[in-house]
């Protein structure tokens, strides 16, 4: 790919990676959040920090499975950290305006409300990975310590979604689209495996 093509895709990603926090800071700055504007940060943030996980996760499989697409390698980190950027933006949001900086109203909440426990949970797997998302960490790790610990993304993706089902009000469907998005990316996850495999296994004489 042109190098110039690159950077004018890498420039429309970080548009639309920071589009929903641009419009909450014009809604927040134009009082325009709607009639309850904490529910709109909250759920704007966490929406978008799942999305841009499985996004990011999709980012191998597609390649893999078409060559022609190596290059969507460059945008996997870029999606991984701003996923780790709305997390911390909807984690942060919580802390301040749900809990109030009330360490102990926040730590009652924890225990007691199994959705929250599931979304601290998944924010604490999600930090690891952004913590060691440098070159130098890549270095310093080793590559194959570096995918068993990003390997972790998986178990963060599917808490995000449990946090997100427990979350909504009973009958309620929106979650679905995501899950059926991480469920089929998981599925292809050994399809993948077996896909390399044959390629690069040598013809039988
Ligand atoms: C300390 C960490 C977290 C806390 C305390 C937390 C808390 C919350 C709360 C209070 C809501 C509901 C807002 C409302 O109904 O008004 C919510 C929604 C949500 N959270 Fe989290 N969360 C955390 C981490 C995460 C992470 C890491 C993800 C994604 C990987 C996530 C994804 C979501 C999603 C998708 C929603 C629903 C959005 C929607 O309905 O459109 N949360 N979270």
Same mark, same amino acid.
């Given at each position: 790919?042109?190098?110039?093509?690159?950077?004018?895709?890498?420039?429309?990603?970080?548009?639309?990676?920071?589009?929903?926090?641009?419009?909450?800071?014009?809604?927040?700055?134009?009082?325009?959040?709607?009639? /309850?504007?904490? +529910?709109?940060?909250?759920?704007? &943030?966490?929406?978008?920090?799942?999305? !841009? %996980?499985? =996004?990011? @996760? *999709?980012?191998?499989?597609?390649?893999?499975?078409?060559?022609?697409?190596?290059?969507?390698?460059?945008?996997?980190?870029?999606?991984?950290?701003?996923?780790?950027?709305?997390?911390?933006?909807?984690?942060?949001?919580?802390?301040?305006?749900?809990?109030?900086?009330?360490?102990?109203?926040?730590? /009652?909440?924890? +225990?007691?409300?199994?959705?929250? &426990?599931?979304?601290?949970?998944?924010? !604490? %797997?999600? =930090?690891? @990975? *952004?913590?060691?998302?440098?070159?130098?960490?890549?270095?310093?790790?080793?590559?194959?310590?570096?995918?068993?610990?990003?390997?972790?993304?998986?178990?963060?993706?599917?808490?995000?979604?449990?946090?997100?089902?427990?979350?909504?009000?009973?009958?309620?469907?929106?979650?679905?689209?995501?899950?059926?998005?991480? +469920?089929?990316?998981?599925?292809?996850?050994?399809?993948?495996?077996?896909?390399?495999?044959?390629?690069?296994?040598?013809?039988?004489?």
């Amino acid at each position: 790919m042109k190098r110039s093509t690159l950077i004018l895709l890498k420039t429309l990603t970080w548009a639309a990676c920071l589009g929903p926090a641009i419009l909450l800071t014009y809604q927040a700055v134009t009082n325009t959040l709607g009639p /309850d504007p904490t +529910a709109n940060i909250e759920l704007t &943030t966490g929406y978008n920090t799942l999305l !841009l %996980l499985i =996004l990011s @996760l *999709a980012i191998t499989p597609l390649r893999k499975f078409v060559p022609r697409l190596g290059w969507l390698i460059k945008f996997r980190r870029l999606l991984g950290l701003f996923a780790f950027f709305y997390g911390t933006l909807h984690m942060l949001a919580y802390v301040a305006l749900y809990a109030g900086f009330n360490v102990s109203a926040m730590l /009652d909440d924890i +225990a007691k409300r199994k959705f929250i &426990t599931m979304g601290a949970a998944t924010w !604490l %797997l999600l =930090l690891p @990975l *952004a913590a060691t998302s440098t070159n130098w960490a890549i270095r310093k790790l080793g590559g194959k310590n570096w995918n068993r610990l990003h390997k972790l993304v998986y178990v963060a993706a599917v808490c995000g979604i449990v946090h997100y089902w427990w979350q909504v009000k009973p009958g309620v469907l929106a979650p679905m689209n995501l899950t059926i998005s991480l +469920a089929v990316l998981l599925a292809l996850r050994p399809v993948l495996v077996w896909w390399q495999r044959r390629r690069v296994r040598p013809v039988a004489a």
